[in-house]
């Protein structure tokens, strides 16, 4: 069983930075892939990033590239969002996902969940 846990999240002002973590637990965590969705209220979860197990491949969404960048450490089973040029409209929960195999946009295919964190953006 894999279970995650995201911190970080917090508010800031619009083109400001934050990093949010994810750490995850369970035997073989280290081979998943790691994504981050965010939702706000009365929206369907909306994908932001993912990485492979790897930790060399990653995807982003168009309204994010560029200015988050996702990482995984192995090491410590964690993975990272870093956030830059934050925008009001980047105002959400964030919630980290863990896949032995998928790592696509869908987010009903991601099988683990954080509870997730809340980041807002103020103008």
């Known amino acids: 069983q894999v279970q995650l846990a995201e911190t970080g999240g917090k508010l800031v002002q619009a083109g400001g930075s934050l990093t949010l973590s994810c750490a995850a637990s369970?035997?073989?965590?280290?081979?998943?892939?790691i994504g981050w969705f965010r939702q706000t209220s009365g929206k369907e979860r909306e994908f932001v990033a993912a990485i492979k197990w790897g930790g060399l491949d990653t995807r982003y969404a168009d309204s994010v590239k560029g200015r988050f960048t996702i990482s995984k450490d192995n090491a410590n089973h964690t993975g990272y969002l870093q956030m830059n040029s934050l925008k009001p409209e980047d105002t959400a929960v964030y919630y980290c996902?863990?896949?032995?195999?998928?790592?696509?946009?869908?987010?009903?295919?991601?099988?683990?969940w954080g509870r997730g964190t809340q980041v807002t953006v103020s103008s």
């Open positions: 369970g035997p073989t965590v280290n081979h998943f892939a």
């Open positions: 996902a863990a896949d032995a195999g998928y790592w696509g946009a869908l987010h009903d295919l991601w099988n683990y």
